[in-house]
T-cell receptor
């Protein structure tokens, strides 16, 4: 059973470009969470999605950031017009059901560098 | 969610037992205590979760005193590969999907 997959693992974008980060949850998991980790800091929650629904996006900046988890295909975290402050590691996690949401399975992360 | 406090870093040597203590003075009745491990350049990995007394799995043990205001993660006979950051999280298991990671404890295992 493959774990959570994220791609790309590393992404370099110039200021003003768009970044698209993809996450495929573990098989059988319908709950997806995105976190951001700045250097030397803990992970910060961004958004929680189920298939075709955004459940909680309270941790996501209101501008330039969006997330989706379509019926088919991976979850996408999209950052428009990136700035240097967006440089971070972005982790996706999944869980099989809501009442075990404290046990999340994390992917390897996408390291975004904005130049 | 209960605020947690844990040491910033710890050093150990291979083969030793390591105990990392986490303080959570305002833990609520319905809160569980969960520990995650994060290796460099990887996502966190769930290690263990408990509510009271002692929980043990193949990786670690978790000791929780009766007042539940602290907990101790115990790693038996550490190896170099246990070098990682260890996070203590406290919250309701059924609804706290918004995992809150503090700065964690950086464990360095030396040969």
């Amino acid at each position: 059973n493959a774990g959570v997959m994220q791609n790309p693992r590393h992404l370099v974008r110039r200021r003003g470009q768009e970044a698209r980060l993809r996450c495929s949850p573990m098989k059988g998991h319908s709950h997806v969470y995105w976190y951001r980790q700045l250097p030397e800091e803990g992970l910060k929650f961004m958004v929680y999605l189920q298939k075709e629904n955004i459940i909680d996006e309270s941790g996501m900046p209101k501008e330039r950031f969006s997330a989706e988890f379509p019926k088919e295909g991976p979850s996408i975290l999209r950052i428009q017009q990136v700035v240097r402050g967006d440089s971070a590691a972005y982790f996706c996690a999944s869980s099989p059901k809501r009442d075990r949401a404290y046990e999340q399975y994390f992917g390897p992360g996408t390291r975004l560098t904005v130049t | 969610l209960a605020k947690t406090t844990q040491p910033i870093s710890m050093d150990s040597y291979e083969g030793q037992e390591v105990n990392i203590t986490c303080s959570h003075n305002n833990i609520a009745t319905n809160d569980y205590i969960t520990w995650y491990q994060q290796f460099p350049s990887q996502g966190p990995r769930f290690i263990i979760q408990g509510y009271k007394t002692k929980v043990t799995n193949e990786v670690a043990s978790l000791f929780i005193p009766a007042d539940r205001k602290s907990s101790t993660l115990s790693l038996p006979r550490v190896s170099l590969s246990d070098t990682a950051v260890y996070y203590c999280l406290v919250g309701r298991m059924d609804s706290s999907y918004k995992l809150i990671f503090g700065s964690g404890t950086r464990l360095l295992v030396r040969p």
